[in-house]
């Protein structure tokens, strides 16, 4: 009996089309656009102006606080302007543009692909390194990877879990990472496991990925502490909570982090961005981004430049199908409906997932027939339609004591519904409000 | 009959004890209360709406007894003759605040401004806005969902199908603000209802530059400073590429209006201008 | 290039609905009702067709003409409550009685608390206990098994097994030799008793559990703690007086308390929403069925059960929350 979460969950189709599909370099697009918000937190300072000359890797943004990030150019060329350009959600956010010339890398990078097992930084240069690359959560929370790495006074981490569990339907760009780059990985959790100063680290990938379980079990062999463990398939398996919980049986209690129970998650391709930077001395400014959908022609794993723009991808795939209804950045669970394919790649996108009219269209919502089904399958153990009531009546007291706050948007809910309620769409706005209202009162 | 008289009598005697016990009750908790707070109570509309700023009628009845300057509290929904009944129950001096009313400050109806996406989530405006800019290239502009319409307490306000914008009965208006506070882009303002409700204002909200504005709403402000210069009483600022007239400042000359290149500028209630120019100013309020 | 849509996440959804789930609880009363044709002939069909087609116009009429919306008739619902009702009636009620229960059941029962959702109480159980406060004779007036193939409203009646015995221990007989006179438990198995349309065979009702659990229609809770608590409490009361109360397999198999507890108790509007509410839901359930059946006045008390029950799911919905994430807290252990 394979280990999952104790709560709740569903199983939606896979539709892992791209899986085995080598990782193919994408060419350098002629202009990137590089937004200097793409994680969570402070958005990212320009140090950069009109006119200047850039290369691959110089830093051209840099952190404004602890929890924000410095970021690095993807390319090489001229600067051709600071400003505002439509973001995924057709909002206006500040970019970095860049009309690409070569492809000339920072001096510093160690471009050889050889692998360098000897960690020969220490613990605290470890952390530095990880935040000075502007390496983000790579599963597409993007949260900074250093904050997580810093343990705070007072608290214990004994385990590291890295997430490759990659639970969302359609995306495979961790399953290929661990394919082709396994060893980099496993150095890169000797590296974090450095710096969290833990003797143990698992690595749980989902059993839809018996190739890639193999494969990462053989690697760990050479490698003091690290174990696989092979997870049900079941969504949101990939969620922090979740995922502590099916790893080593640990529930994180409501609005506390990882570390309350003594562990760490990081992503696997967050894991091998660390092995770069801190091997290679590379800064975080690829990733890559899977390519996939129904009618997709040639769903595909891309390395990608950040500030690339989704149409090249989407072209490099075999251009944008017919009967496309909706691309979404992220898988089909939890990703983001774009609302233009100009849009430039970030940190953050782990797939573009291209799906057909047919199932873009939402049901008509009917009347909600209680039969519980939403509750049974909250990972949190919340009553979605309760929570979607309140929000919709605008009783905020009522859905902090219902514990809106702990909901973690996976969307199960509203997969579930037979009825096609927006559960999730309230439960997102209450989320909001009741979050507004218990940060002016603790102020 | 025995048993008649017996339960009279226990009754009786119970209900005098009970009455007793009960006039002792009410005399030692008695709470005193301004009288006068009922008789302003009285004069208000008992539409409990909120638009004052207070929690109901009674707490603004509340309100102004307990204050001494009363001339910032005010009844939108009562107007004037309200507030100088109430004022009068007092013997408080009261400003005649003048009149407002709600605009609609965004013209993208479907014809101009051209869908670039299609919405297909929860119908709330406060939800689309906080997934993304809207299904058309303005990301200021009404998503045309209706939660103003929803929030109206006075069936002052409708969906037009055609334009898919909200519009708004002026006769029903009694500007208490529920639908400038529902609205999450900030399209709906109060304005000054204006002698014989005659207005002046722009229709616009975009805060993009001219080209993109342009391209993304037929009708949109593009900040092209033209009404500024035209106006002679310098009630036109332009800030974040939008243009704006402070009512207290316009004197209705109308001359901004027929300057505006992108028909961007509304005039109300006014009588038909000698044909000069054919404007099309698009429907709108009434 | 198509214009894109834009919704928030998720933007899969599992394909399940309303309608899948109304049509799966009625293919799962499949089995009962051919049961029920199979014992009780003719009638069992008159009744049935009756009840289900009456429903169905009701809430086709009310929708469309009083509250002026969308008729939705065809979510399957309106059949469902009229299936239920039919298998809560003898087979041998004439239809002029079925239509008022009808009427009831979808008019006072479901439409005026505002349609599919909003209902307290079950509202083919509403129909069912409005008939049989006005209509008592013809309410209990149960066709016998097997012998009526062809009859209709000129059955030949009998008693239920429920009423032999509770009558028969009203007047001083013992159980074991009230036992003697009703059909053997195996027979009660497989249907061979009086009652209602859908309270004949039990073996029918379970193919028709194990089809919605598999479909996952719905979880066992509600099922299992109703049986699970009748037989614990008639078992406790049988031990304690063996020839005064009947023993638990008796309960179980005979009168509604099958077709209760799998089809009209887990009826999703009006039952908990969390797995332990609907394990105290069932409990409450099965000590009221028994104290009913046992020291009441009716020989039955399922349906009066169900509905006293319905009328607590909002308190106990208030109150029993599921079990939420990071209750049990583990903390790390020291290196």
Known sequence: MLKTFSLGGVHPAENKFSAGKKIETLPVPEQVSVPIAQHIGAPSEPVVKKGDEVKVGQLIAKSTGFVSTNIHSPVSGKVFKVDDILDASGYKRKAIIIKVEGDEWDENINRNADLVTDITLSKEEIVKKVGEAGIVGLGGATFPAHVKLSVPPGKTCDVLILNAVECEPYLTSDHQLMMEKGEEIMVGTQILMKALDVTKAIIGIENNKKDAIDHMSNLAQKYDGITIEALKVQYPQGGEKQLIDACIQRQIPSGKLPIEVGAVVQNVGTTYAVYEAVQKNKPLFERIVTVTGKSVSKPSNFLTRVGTPVSALINAAGGLPEDTGKVIGGGPMMGKALSSIEVPVTKGSSGILIMPDKIAKRGTMEPCIRCSKCVSVCPMGLSPYLLMTVSDKAIWDRAEEEKIMDCIECGSCSYTCPASRPLLDYIRLGKGKVGNIMRSRNK | ?286 | MNTLTVSPSPHVHSGDSVKKNMYGVIIALLPALAASVYYFGLGALIVTMAAVISCVFFEWAIQKYLLKTNPTVLDGSAALTGLLLAFNMPTNLPIWIIIIGSLVAIGIGKMSFGGLGNNIFNPALVGRVFLLISFPVQMTLWPKPSENMTNYLDATTGATPLSVMKEGLANGESVSSLMAKIPSLSELFFGNLGGSAGEVAAVALLIGLVYMLIRKIITWHIPVSIIATVAVFSGILNLASPEQFAGPLFHILTGGLMLGAIFMATDYVSSPMANKGMIIFGIGIGVITVVIRVFGAYPEGVSFAILIMNGFVPLIDKYVKPKRFGEVVKTAGKK
């Open chain 2, 1 to 286: 009959m025995n048993v008649v008289l017996i339960t009279i009598i226990s009754l009786g005697v119970l209900g005098t004890l009970a009455a007793i016990i009960l006039y002792f009750v009410a005399q030692k908790f008695k709470v005193f209360e301004d009288p006068r707070i009922d008789q302003v109570e009285e004069v208000l509309p008992a539409a409990n709406c909120g638009g004052c700023g207070f929690p109901g009628c009674r707490a603004f009845a509340e309100a102004m007894v307990k204050s001494d300057d009363i001339s910032d509290l005010n009844c939108p929904v009562g107007g004037a003759e309200t507030m100088s009944a109430a004022a009068g129950i007092l013997g408080k001096e009261v400003a005649a605040a003048a009149p407002t009313v709600a605009v609609v400050r965004c013209n993208g109806t479907c014809d101009n401004r051209p869908k670039v996406t299609n919405y297909d989530g929860a119908t709330s405006c406060t939800i689309a806005s906080s997934l993304y800019g809207g299904d058309t290239g303005c990301s200021d502009g009404c998503y045309g969902l209706g939660e103003c319409v929803d929030a109206c307490n006075f069936d002052a306000m409708y969906m037009d199908e055609k334009t898919g914008l909200p519009v708004i009965i002026e006769d029903n208006c009694v500007s208490c603000g529920a639908c400038v506070d529902a609205c999450p882009k900030d399209i709906i303002e109060l304005r000054k209802k204006g002698p014989k409700s005659r207005r002046i204002f722009v229709s616009c909200v975009n805060k993009d530059k001219g080209a993109p504005a342009k391209k993304a709403c037929s009708v949109a402000c593009i900040s092209c400073k033209k009404c500024q210069k035209a106006c002679p009483f310098e009630a036109i600022t332009i800030e974040n590429n939008l243009a704006y007239i402070h009512d207290d400042k316009c004197k209705l000359c109308r001359k901004c209006v027929s300057e505006c290149p992108t028909n961007a500028i509304h005039e109300l209630n006014f009588p038909p201008k000698k044909p000069k120019v054919e404007k099309v100013v698009p429907e709108n309020a009434e």
